[in-house]
């Protein structure tokens, strides 16, 4: 049986800060399995991030973030999600996650 995706707003703010990211600290949105966009094959799954949700070294990104996960088989015959990257999305990369909004300045701190 496969484990679920990580879909808490701890869970994606902690993975998130893992690799560079700083969440609102009143917290992330609660996402679920449906929020995710799986491969055909099912072995691979993305789930991303508006813009205005993260920091890197204080700053708003441009473009939405994505956590990309894939399926591993460990020696031990288990299966389980591992991350594969965190990373803003490149110009032209489609997502129905938001791209920084036009009125928000790249410094903006967090309203509270």
Do not use: C
């Amino acid at each position: 049986m496969v484990p679920p995706l990580p879909s808490s707003g701890e869970e994606l703010a902690a993975l998130l800060k893992e690799n560079g990211y700083d969440t609102n600290p009143r917290g992330l949105a609660r996402n679920d399995r449906s929020d995710y966009f799986f491969s055909s094959n099912r072995e691979s799954a993305f789930l991303d991030i508006n813009a205005d949700a993260v920091r890197r070294d204080g700053r708003v990104p441009k473009r939405p973030i994505r956590l990309k996960f894939y399926l591993a088989v460990h020696a031990n015959g288990s299966v389980l999600w591992e991350l594969e990257y965190v990373r803003e999305l490149l110009g032209g990369q489609e997502s129905e996650s938001l791209d920084r909004n036009p009125h928000t300045p790249e410094n903006a701190p967090w309203t509270p």
